[in-house]
Nanobody
Framework: QVQLVESGGGLVRAGGSLRLSCKAS??????????INWYRQAPGKKRELVAT????DTIYVVSHRFTISRDNAENTVYVQMNNLEPDDTAVYYC?????WGQGTQVTVSS
């Protein structure tokens, strides 16, 4: 059993920054051997992949404004989001295999 808890969302003005955290608990081996993904879903839109960090630390990000990192000692994955834009407004979800967190709201005002 794996639990994922996101935090770090909030309201920020355009151009601002946020760092989202995804704390994973449960089977440590399972967590460390798998990719962890961040998705987002804006109202009326499909859920889209934002960033991925693999078990081997291969990284994918949807925007150069974002970075993703992984702290295996803390079983936590971070997404640093800089120069935020109103279009980044969404609920951001952490995902590992078929496990999902509850999401954290990011709202960017213009």
């Amino acid at each position: 059993q794996v639990q994922l808890v996101e935090s770090g969302g909030g309201l920020v003005r355009a151009g601002g920054s946020l760092r989202l955290s995804c704390k994973a608990s449960g089977s440590v081996g399972f967590i460390r051997l798998n990719d962890i993904n961040w998705y987002r879903q804006a109202p009326g839109k499909k859920r889209e992949l934002v960033a991925t960090v693999s078990a081997g630390d291969t990284i994918y990000v949807v925007s150069h404004r974002f970075t993703i990192s992984r702290d295996n000692a803390e079983n936590t994955v971070y997404v640093q989001m800089n120069n935020l834009e109103p279009d980044d407004t969404a609920v951001y979800y952490c995902n590992l295999k078929n496990h999902w967190g509850q999401g954290t709201q990011v709202t960017v005002s213009s």
